[in-house]
């Protein structure tokens, strides 16, 4: 094995494990509200608007937060401030177990997002650190599995621990909160303590491995920064880096819209609670799928724009084609589809702004991409949970959120994209002049 092959191999072992189960375990903490709300609405007498708002309002802290964390940890370090998110994004997490209204559900969910803030913007700039932009597509795939795959395990999961109810005198959607918050807190610690912030600090690779991998990901950042060198200010107002918000901005707009009702629309099927988890994993799984084809056929084609534009346009026509019919069977196919292309997609769109974006440049833009991209988060679950109020159907709520994966597939096909910085140059090669 060549030592390129072998570097990218230790590195990707020492890492990525330990990250995927970070991001699951943060995912699942966040969409978890989803299938707490069977139950937990009726409890409190919170209305699918209220709902929505308090789903979504997490959001709202966490734009805020978004790019000053994802800078304070390019000043500090990766591993001691991402330790220090999961600590009190866990701490928080368990603590919506002792909501009692409206009120309650709208604090605790502000001061999640604002606790979960940067981490995961903070992890994609972490793996620019360690991965050559060639590797990055399917590297950021393998990481965001996390996502569906945190359905695929949390739906049954959740959907068992709402059977809970009445144990030691807790309803089945508090011992919900709490138990999956537990892991979060548990590997802060693991993080801390295994976590290496940058390759020149990496006393586990061997001495020549260390050295390529240095020398590749200096070689590229020249190759950035001789074509142009961004600041932080600049970064942020750069018209590429917020088409890429917007971009994102429709794909998570259907990535929430869906995970936080899908059990509330698959439970209208007449099932049970646990049933309910046991048929909403059908699409996350397709997700996973979706994950890998299309990650590692945008690093093997050298192509972004096209592989995006694609996942959004099965996204958007999945999710519209599934609000318009009414068989269940038919349903959880399109959810299927749409599946496919809202996790196939969301890794290769954070190949575009890598691509030419280096240092605290990057730390910045990433971090702006993910904080306007999530606004989003807020406003699909509102808008949706409001919808269904207003019309007594979830119709609405979809058709509008496919109309906002349709608008960011177009916005994706012009953006201006130099597709020659996603070819690394040659180690102790000469940047481009």
């Given at each position: 094995m060549?030592?390129?092959?072998?570097?990218i191999r230790?590195?990707?072992?020492?890492?990525?494990?330990?990250?995927?189960v970070c991001?699951?375990?943060?995912?699942?903490?966040?969409?978890?509200?989803?299938?707490a709300a069977?139950?937990?609405?009726?409890?409190l007498?919170?209305?699918?608007t209220?709902y929505?708002?308090?789903?979504?309002?997490?959001?709202?802290?966490?734009?805020?937060?978004?790019v000053?964390?994802n800078?304070?940890?390019?000043?500090?370090?990766?591993?001691v401030?991402?330790?220090?998110?999961?600590?009190?994004?866990?701490?928080?997490?368990g603590?919506?177990?002792?909501?009692?209204?409206?009120?309650?559900?709208?604090?605790?969910?502000?001061?999640?997002?604002?606790?979960?803030?940067?981490?995961?913007?903070?992890?994609?700039?972490?793996?620019?650190?360690?991965?050559?932009?060639r590797?990055?597509?399917r590297?950021i795939?393998?990481?965001?599995?996390?996502i569906?795959?945190?359905?695929?395990?949390?739906?049954?999961l959740?959907?068992?621990?709402?059977?809970?109810?009445?144990?030691?005198?807790?309803?089945?959607?508090?011992?919900?909160?709490v138990?999956?918050?537990l892991?979060?807190?548990?590997?802060a610690g693991?993080?801390?303590?295994f976590?290496t912030?940058?390759p020149e600090?990496?006393?586990?690779?061997?001495?020549?491995?260390?050295?390529?991998l240095v020398q590749?990901?200096?070689?590229?950042?020249?190759a950035?920064?001789?074509?142009?060198?961004?600041s932080v200010?600049?970064?942020?107002?750069?018209?590429?880096?917020?088409a890429v918000?917007?971009?994102y901005?429709?794909?998570?707009?259907?990535?929430?819209?869906?995970s936080?009702?899908?059990?509330?629309i698959?439970?209208?099927f007449?099932?049970?609670n646990f049933?309910?988890?046991l048929?909403?994993?059908?699409?996350?799984?397709?997700g996973?799928?979706?994950?890998?084809?299309?990650?590692?056929?945008?690093?093997?084609?050298?192509?972004?724009?096209?592989h995006?534009a694609f996942?959004?346009?099965?996204?958007?026509?999945g999710?519209a084609?599934?609000?318009l019919?009414?068989?269940?069977?038919a349903?959880?196919?399109?959810?299927?589809v749409?599946?496919?292309?809202?996790?196939?997609?969301?890794?290769?769109?954070?190949?575009?702004?890598?691509?030419?974006l280096?240092?605290?440049?990057?730390?910045?833009?990433?971090?702006?991409i993910?904080?306007?991209?999530?606004?989003?988060g807020f406003?699909?679950?509102?808008?949706?949970?409001?919808?269904?109020d207003?019309?007594?159907?979830f119709?609405?709520?979809?058709l509008?959120?496919?109309?906002?994966g349709?608008a960011?597939?177009?916005?994706?096909?012009?953006?201006?994209h130099?597709?020659?910085?996603?070819r690394?140059?040659a180690?102790?090669?000469?940047?481009?002049?």
């Amino acid at each position: 094995m060549d030592l390129e092959a072998r570097a990218i191999r230790r590195v990707s072992r020492r890492l990525l494990p330990l990250l995927i189960v970070c991001y699951f375990i943060s995912y699942l903490d966040r969409v978890n509200v989803g299938f707490a709300a069977l139950t937990m609405n009726k409890d409190l007498g919170i209305s699918a608007t209220a709902y929505g708002l308090g789903a979504g309002i997490f959001f709202l802290t966490y734009f805020a937060f978004e790019v000053p964390s994802n800078l304070f940890l390019e000043r500090v370090g990766a591993r001691v401030w991402i330790a220090r998110i999961m600590l009190t994004w866990g701490l928080l997490s368990g603590a919506m177990a002792f909501i009692v209204g409206e009120t309650s559900f709208y604090a605790v969910r502000l001061l999640l997002g604002a606790a979960e803030a940067g981490f995961f913007p903070g992890i994609i700039f972490y793996l620019t650190l360690w991965f050559p932009s060639r590797y990055r597509g399917r590297i950021i795939s393998s990481f965001m599995i996390a996502i569906p795959l945190s359905s695929v395990i949390g739906s049954p999961l959740s959907g068992a621990l709402l059977g809970l109810d009445g144990v030691l005198g807790f309803k089945g959607w508090q011992w919900l909160y709490v138990l999956e918050a537990l892991p979060a807190v548990l590997l802060a610690g693991v993080v801390l303590a295994f976590l290496t912030d940058r390759p020149e600090q990496a006393a586990w690779l061997p001495e020549d491995e260390r050295a390529w991998l240095v020398q590749r990901l200096a070689d590229e950042r020249r190759a950035r920064e001789s074509a142009r060198s961004y600041s932080v200010r600049e970064a942020l107002t750069d018209g590429r880096v917020l088409a890429v918000a917007f971009v994102y901005f429709g794909n998570v707009a259907l990535l929430y819209g869906l995970s936080f009702f899908l059990p509330q629309i698959v439970k209208g099927f007449d099932l049970t609670n646990f049933q309910t988890g046991l048929v909403t994993l059908i699409p996350a799984a397709i997700g996973v799928v979706g994950m890998a084809v299309l990650g590692r056929s945008s690093d093997r084609m050298a192509e972004r724009k096209g592989h995006v534009a694609f996942a959004l346009l099965l996204a958007a026509g999945g999710t519209a084609a599934a609000a318009l019919v009414a068989d269940p069977y038919a349903k959880i196919a399109l959810f299927s589809v749409s599946a496919f292309g809202i996790f196939g997609g969301l890794p290769i769109v954070w190949t575009l702004p890598t691509a030419y974006l280096s240092g605290a440049a990057a730390a910045g833009g990433i971090a702006i991409i993910n904080a306007l991209g999530n606004l989003s988060g807020f406003a699909a679950p509102y808008a949706v949970g409001a919808i269904k109020d207003a019309t007594g159907t979830f119709t609405g709520g979809l058709l509008l959120i496919a109309g906002a994966g349709f608008a960011a597939m177009a916005t994706v096909l012009c953006l201006r994209h130099d597709s020659r910085l996603e070819r690394a140059p040659a180690p102790g090669a000469q940047a481009a002049q």
